[in-house]
């Protein structure tokens, strides 16, 4: 929108990818999202967005020495907003859902309305976004995701100040929640929602599954999980990385290959929602540029390619923990009906992936974000310290 972690806790013994769990979907369990594309309001630049997400993850402890998390989720090109109450009875609030931050709160637009289930702490609150942030008071009251999934004492945040986030109402931070250490006063760290469903019962694992569906307009967040109807594989599972500073997100180890080249040895680097755009480290990155042939287009700021290059495009794999994840010709290529929204041509062909700013080596030389999200499922499992993958419907779609 970091250090020793308890969520992210290192793991003792090495693990090769782990085939898929017993979780499965409860109709109970779920949250439907809408996507929305921001850059056309917002004139924003898509790579500029991403690339502020990435930097801003990339120097964690700049951000803590300024006692507060570094995202750039209010910029953020892509959005994905769910509707979730308030109080009782509820107000209703259109939350910005963020896998790379973990604070949620409300108060951008929507005032926040207090009833018999608002608790005050006297904590402040405040979290910086890169180019937003948001300030103001902590409080505990009841959340209701769904009419099944009530979270009682959840800890929110109400905004008495709001930076650059005028699309939503606030956030609902799913991500790991050590990422709250230092943004509340007098406590170290704040609960989740996702915790605090499976501290109160309502789920038995910690895990939260993410499904982008065709088309990409939509989507469903599983508590607990995921929803095996949404996969046409098992879900593979690999372990969190334990390199800094992907490590403090949820971060992984791979490698990435195009055609017969691998073009990124094996390193970390975090899989996010919150960025638009699959980031590489720039020798990564110019060396699929080359593969490509593919030319820099100044008003995207994307690669562009000719008609007959996408011909020839190969399948860009993604390889983790011994699971090749095919990002297809098709896949590698920006919705043609969206050109216009991020300053592009209708005509022209705009490649997703692009360079993170930094040659490879930082310890975080990767984002795999909404646009590899949207061919695969994707399982962020705090339980069991691990994220998991399956191939959907949409692995092998040629909607672009």
């Known amino acids: 929108m970091f250090p020793s972690k308890t969520l992210l806790s290192i793991l003792l013994i090495a693990l090769s990818a782990v085939d898929a769990s017993p979780m499965r979907r409860e109709a109970a369990l779920t949250l439907a999202f809408t996507t929305r594309m921001n850059a056309r309001a917002n004139n924003i630049n898509i790579l500029d967005a991403d690339r502020a997400h990435a930097q801003a993850m990339q120097h964690p402890n700049i951000s803590k020495r300024a006692s507060s998390s570094s995202f750039s989720i209010a910029s953020a090109v892509t959005s994905y907003t769910a509707q979730v109450g308030i109080g009782s009875p509820a107000t209703q609030y259109t939350l910005i859902i963020d896998t790379g931050s973990s604070n949620t709160w409300v108060g951008a637009k929507t005032a926040y309305k207090r009833t018999n289930t608002s608790v005050a702490t006297g904590n402040s609150v405040s979290v910086s976004y890169g180019s937003g942030s948001f300030s103001g008071e902590e409080y505990l009251d009841t959340v209701t ?56 019962g309502k789920i038995g694992t910690e895990a939260l599954g993410v499904y982008f569906a065709p088309g990409g307009s939509a989507g469903e967040l599983t508590f607990g999980g995921f929803d095996s109807s949404k996969t046409t594989s098992s879900v593979k599972y690999v372990p969190l990385t334990t390199t800094s500073p992907s490590s403090e997100y949820w971060g992984i ?14 390193t970390a ?5 919150g960025t638009t755009l699959t980031l590489i480290a720039t020798d990564a990155f110019k060396k699929y540029q080359s593969a490509t042939g593919a030319v820099l287009d100044n008003n995207t700021g994307l690669l562009m390619i000719t008609s007959e290059q996408y011909s020839k495009l190969q ?14 010709p098709n896949g590698q290529i920006w919705p043609r009906s969206l050109n216009t929204d991020i300053g592009g041509s209708s005509n022209n062909i705009y490649l997703v992936v692009n360079d993170i700013g930094s040659n490879s080596g930082t310890g975080l030389d990767f984002i795999n974000g909404y646009s590899f999200l949207q061919r695969f499922y994707s399982v962020y499992d705090t339980t069991n310290h691990r994220v998991g993958f399956a191939t959907t419907s949409s692995t092998s779609a040629v909607s672009n």
Do not use: C, E, W
């Not at 290959?257 to 691998?262: A, C, E, F, L, P």
């Not at 680097?269 to 929602?273: A, F």
């Not at 399948?315 to 297809?328: A, D, H």
């Open 145 to 200: 995701l769904s009419s099944n999934l009530v979270i009682t004492g959840q800890s929110i945040g109400v905004a008495s100040s709001v930076q650059d986030l005028d699309n939503a109402d606030g956030i609902l931070g799913v991500g790991p929640t050590d990422l709250t250490q230092g943004t509340v006063s007098n406590v170290d760290s704040v609960p989740t929602v996702t915790d605090n469903l499976h501290s109160k």
């Open 315 to 328: 399948t860009l794999k993604f390889n983790i923990g011994g699971t090749s994840y095919g990002l297809t």
């Open 269 to 273: 680097g975090i899989v996010d929602t």
């Open 253 to 266: 180890d791979q490698s990435i290959t195009y055609g017969s080249s691998t073009i990124l040895s094996a």
